[in-house]
Nanobody, 123 residues
């Protein structure tokens, strides 16, 4: 019932910034929690952060706290992941997810997933 499309990935030097967007369509009201996850080659998908529409509340993984910011634009049904002070270890495919369950850091809480967008940080 919800479709998600990520965009904005690319190649950036360490210390640089990127803005990822997640465009949602369909019955977005049924999925108020928007999460960002990432997966590096050979590793499990890991939690990056989440955003709850309406309240605007957020939470972040310790590895990105203070560097990444998640925000939403209800009118455009878009969730943005602003990434600053990027490090080589941030290199991964980043996925947007939508759901209504808890906890937000668990991928099992999400019902819908985007196709992912590649972020590569060079040193």
């Amino acid at each position: 019932q919800v479709q998600l499309v990520e965009s904005g990935g690319g190649l950036v030097q360490a210390g640089g910034s990127l803005r990822l967007s997640c465009a949602a369509s369909g019955r977005t009201s049924s999925s108020p929690v928007m999460g960002w996850f990432r997966q590096a080659p050979g590793k499990e998908r890991e939690f990056v952060g989440r955003f709850t529409r309406g309240t605007g509340t957020t939470s972040y993984a310790n590895s990105v706290k203070g560097r990444f910011t998640i925000s939403g634009d209800n009118a455009k049904n878009t969730v943005v992941l602003e990434m600053n002070s990027l490090k080589p270890e941030d290199t991964a495919v980043y996925y947007c997810a939508a759901g209504s369950k808890l906890p937000g850091w668990d991928e099992r809480a999400y019902d819908y997933w985007g196709q992912g967008t590649q972020v590569t940080v060079s040193s």
